[in-house]
């Protein structure tokens, strides 16, 4: 396997989304599952900016103009994306007091005491290859979601659908991004595996435990349904987390680089229609 990056330029698109008419358990009217994503939009956010000011804290080094290109782009995209999932902040935020409680502890735990921490005892180059690790997460994420059409989503609101994809398609676009800036300044295999461990760990934790107070804090839930509910929840998500797990040893392949993995043909097909979709639109306006 070789290990060249295509070093594909993402592109920005701005698109705008409305989440005012959201149900309560907009998805299947089963809270497991709503809660699940409901988590999601609360972390994504401020792992964006964690990733943005990763990369940007290297970008001085980086001597290759064609990745000081593409760090601009993945930057805006990313920057774009905390955009749309803090759209729904609102919303969440009043349906649920889980809202604010989980993002003054998130945001307390990870970036206030842990991220400094790590800087301290790992260097700044710790914080780039979870970046890179999460990046990896966020790809193989996206290749799930995406594939059949966004199956996987296809009860999911449409309006929420069509930012969940556009996310992933643009997750996939810029995949080797944050991975070039690494291999550029940085490119140690131990840390690598080091920043995908943390990676797995805070990912894991923080998804759960945000689908955890959401649906503690949640007063119309009818806990005798909850049984069948998360056996629902657990078979729709299947191919997500079985997707997640067997693409995940192949980050521990010293020769690993994101583009080994083809999975472009699913985002750019999604992205041709999206944005002439959008064009049409921002004409239209
Ligand atoms: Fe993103
Ligand atoms: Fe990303």
């Given at each position: 396997m070789n290990k060249k990056s295509k070093k594909v330029l993402p592109l920005v698109r701005k698109p705008d989304f409305n989440f005012d008419n959201l149900d309560i358990h907009y998805l299947n009217n089963n809270p497991v599952a709503t809660h699940f994503i409901n988590s999601l939009h609360m972390i994504f956010p401020d792992g964006e900016k964690y990733f943005i000011r990763s990369v940007k804290a290297f970008s001085h080094k980086i001597t290759d103009p064609e990745l000081q290109e593409r760090v601009r782009a993945f930057i805006s995209q990313e920057a774009q994306h905390m955009n749309a999932h803090k759209k729904l902040w609102e919303k969440l935020k009043e349906q649920s007091i889980a809202a604010d409680l989980f993002l003054r502890f998130y945001n307390y735990t990870s970036f206030e005491l842990i991220e400094p921490f790590t800087r301290k005892f790992l260097g700044d180059e710790f914080p780039l290859a979870v970046t890179a690790a999460l990046e990896h997460y966020t790809a193989v994420m996206a290749e799930v979601a995406l594939y059949d059409n966004g199956e996987i989503l296809r009860d999911v609101p449409l309006e929420m659908k069509n930012m969940l994809l556009w996310h992933a398609a643009e997750e996939i676009e810029h995949k080797a991004v944050a991975y070039d800036v690494y291999e550029e300044v940085q490119g140690s295999y131990p840390i690598r595996v080091a920043g995908m461990i943390y990676a797995t760990f805070l990912l894991s934790f923080y998804t759960f435990l945000g689908q955890a107070m959401f649906m503690g804090f949640d007063r119309s839930i009818n806990w005798f349904d909850i049984k069948d509910q998360t056996e629902r929840f657990g078979t729709r998500t299947k191919p997500l987390f079985e997707g997640v797990f067997k693409n995940?040893?192949?980050?521990?392949?010293?020769?690993?680089?994101?583009?080994?993995?083809?999975?472009?043909k699913l985002s750019d097909e999604f992205l041709k229609d999206f944005s002439s979709d959008l064009s049409k639109k921002v004409v239209n306006n």
């Open positions: 995940l040893f192949e980050y521990f392949q010293i020769d690993f680089h994101p583009d080994n993995r083809d999975n472009s």
